[in-house]
């Protein structure tokens, strides 16, 4: 099993609206991506100088899922936003 762990610095002028959009759209995508295992998400809640805005942890059962994912045309719009709404993104995978 794979888990894919990703953080977002969301812009200073990142809209609310548009991360709540984020948000709802992370949120729908087990329903979409069914090879997803499983999939939380959420904000930071010290909101620390050093914190990231919001992590999202998903489990998949390979590398190869978690490669059908980035390509997924339900992932695709997700990602196109994160990119849009955040000043920095990080990620790592690894082997549980």
Known sequence: MIRHVVMF???TDSAQDDQEKWLTMVRALPEKVKFIRSLSVGRD?????H???VALVADFDNLDDVKRYAVHPAHIPVAEMSRKISEH????DFEL
């Open 9 to 11: 610095k969301w812009k």
């Open 89 to 92: 993104i990080c990620a790592v």
């Open 51 to 53: 914190s990231y805005s």
């Open 45 to 49: 809640q010290l909101r620390l100088p």
